[in-house]
């Protein structure tokens, strides 16, 4: 193997090594999202707990539950929503995980993590808002995704 490959490959490692730990975390924590310290998921909570037929019963803005975006948005997340709460934290963290990667690339991957460590503990979208607004100056159809929960980002557009 060359020289590069192998840091790579130990850029890689180091990582899913990162990613794994944060992963574990969460969940490990998960438990604490409806009350504690640390509540981590919290805003992931928003996104699994209310119903389609209604999901701005709980919205008020300073509610722990209350879900503020578009009813888009929850039924672009339906897919995931039917899993229980643990298997959707642990889907949707992992997408915020990739999205660090995705945004920093393999070699920051790790330090990406460590900086992200709020919004992923969190559950929130602003690391999928990032890919979709990086993306976006590529792919202008990927700048849908900020539109269907904030609108602010729009004004990028």
Not at 3 to 15: F, M
Not at 53 to 81: C, I, K, M, N
Not at 88 to 115: D, H, K, M, S
Request: positive net charge; glycine residues 10%; proline residues 7%.
């Amino acid at each position: 193997m060359t020289g590069i490959t192998v840091r790579r490959l130990r850029d890689e490692a180091a990582g899913l090594t990162t990613a794994a730990l944060a992963l574990a975390l969460v969940l490990v924590f998960a438990g604490r999202a409806t009350a504690g310290d640390w509540p981590t998921g919290r805003e992931a909570l928003c996104y699994w707990a209310p119903s389609l037929v209604d999901p701005y019963a709980q919205s008020e803005w300073t509610a722990p539950l209350a879900y503020v975006y578009s009813p888009a948005f929850l039924q672009a997340l339906e897919p995931l929503r039917t899993l229980p709460w643990l298997a959707f934290l642990a889907a949707w963290t992992g997408g915020l995980v990739l999205a660090v990667r995705w945004l920093v690339g393999a070699r920051l991957w790790p330090l990406g993590i460590l900086v992200a460590a709020p919004e992923i503990a969190g559950g929130n979208v602003h690391l999928l808002l990032a890919v979709a607004i990086v993306a976006g100056f590529r792919w202008p159809g990927a700048w849908a995704l900020t539109l269907l929960t904030k609108v602010t980002p729009g004004v990028g557009l």
